[in-house]
């Protein structure tokens, strides 16, 4: 069967046409026919050699680790999926030091030691081919009303692992106020983390550089939230507007502009970074007034990556929300589809919004 994969030794991407199909031999296990595949910009680093490690023994790795499948077979043992049934698998897998209370407690996504894999970035292939054997333990069932837009699910469940401990950390508040939200960059994380906000009754903002007539600000001004372009507005005219910010979504990986905003964050105020910047020079920030700021306004910054199964499962549900209130805004997020034989280009050429590799209906 056919993959499409990155080949770190040589440099390159193709299509392997001689994948094995993979054979389903654990009762508790579940073979999915992959349906499509999201794009991102993990998958673009990869495919620029900083980073994917292919698993022991291959020269190559298979990538893609946002996508939805159909269940074509599932072991005797899996209890919640049948054939027929969509399913979406779960990235990263638990590294085997017995004394990692993360990993041992199934939230891999805290792992302390580094040494977990991950489907199509560490050490394990990943969705970009025609089917996958998987454990049901990191399987989640979709309903058939998002089969067309679920590939946004692990993208999504970024904004939800971030809201989780939003939740649990304001919980310090009695009277908990989280009222205005920013979202900082309008890509698919920023705009599914501005739906999440929105869909959780925030008061929400998209500062991003695109002007107003951009598709991403017209799918923002679409789900009732307001768009502010940075190349309008600075961050204290911005802050102005919002008013007291109470949670910031870092959506960009551009550190300058995230440490700016973190100076407006308000009182009490959350920052969520998500992003991870390249490898650039140093950044010139306020250090003293971003510590007086944290330490005066009671402030807290905490960062957030994978997610684990309480995030994939609000993923789901609020997508199948947000489908049902948006459909016109969601329907946009997905503006190329393209099929595996091509599925460098929206790798290499980055356009619209989110692009996907469709490998069937």
């Known amino acids: 069967m056919k993959a499409a994969a990155v080949f770190p030794d040589k440099k390159s991407l193709g299509v392997v046409n001689d994948f094995p199909q993979p054979k389903l031999t654990d009762a508790a296990g579940v073979k999915l026919r992959i349906l499509s595949v999201g794009v991102c910009g993990t998958d673009r680093e990869i ?23 159909e269940v074509v077979e599932a072991g005797p043992e899996v209890q919640n999926l049948k054939p027929g049934d969509l399913a979406i698998p779960m990235v990263r897998r638990p590294c085997n030091h017995p004394d990692c209370v993360a990993c041992r407690s199934g ?121 502010i372009s940075s190349a309008e507005k600075s961050i204290d ?61 009671n402030q807290c910054v905490l960062g957030t990556v994978n997610a684990g199964k309480d995030a994939f499962e609000r993923a789901i549900s609020d997508l199948t929300g947000f489908y049902q209130k948006w459909p016109e805004a969601v329907d946009a997020l ?4 393209y099929p595996i034989d091509r599925f460098a280009e929206p790798i290499e050429n980055q356009t619209g919004i989110k692009n996907i590799v469709q490998m069937a209906k």
């Open 47 to 69: 495919a620029s050699f900083d980073y994917g490690e292919p698993p022991k023994g291959f020269e190559y790795l298979v990538l893609g680790h946002e996508t939805v499948g």
């Open 107 to 227: 939230r891999q996504d805290f792992c302390y030691t580094g040494d977990y894999k991950e489907r199509g970035i560490k050490e394990l292939h990943g969705f970009m081919t025609e089917f996958i054997v998987d454990e049901a333990m990191y399987m989640n069932p979709v309903p058939q009303t998002i089969r067309d837009v679920a590939v946004l699910v692990e993208p999504l469940t970024i904004a939800e692992k971030g809201l989780i401990q939003v939740r649990e950390i304001q919980q310090r508040l009695p009277w908990g106020r989280t009222r205005n939200g920013v979202v900082l960059g309008a890509g698919p994380v920023g705009l599914l983390g501005a739906m999440a906000m929105k869909h959780a009754g925030f008061d929400v903002f998209v500062y991003s550089r695109e002007p107003q007539t951009s598709v991403s600000a017209q799918i923002v001004k679409k789900i009732g939230a307001t768009y």
């Open 237 to 297: 005219q911005m802050a102005a507007q919002v008013g007291n910010i109470d949670l910031v979504y870092e959506a960009t990986g551009a550190s300058q502009l995230a440490f700016e905003v973190l100076e407006a964050l308000g009182s009490n105020g959350l920052f969520v970074l998500t992003g991870v910047p390249g490898r650039h020079g140093p950044v010139d920030i306020n250090t003293a007034s971003i510590m007086r700021n944290m330490v005066l306004k």
């Open 334 to 337: 997905i503006t190329g589809r």
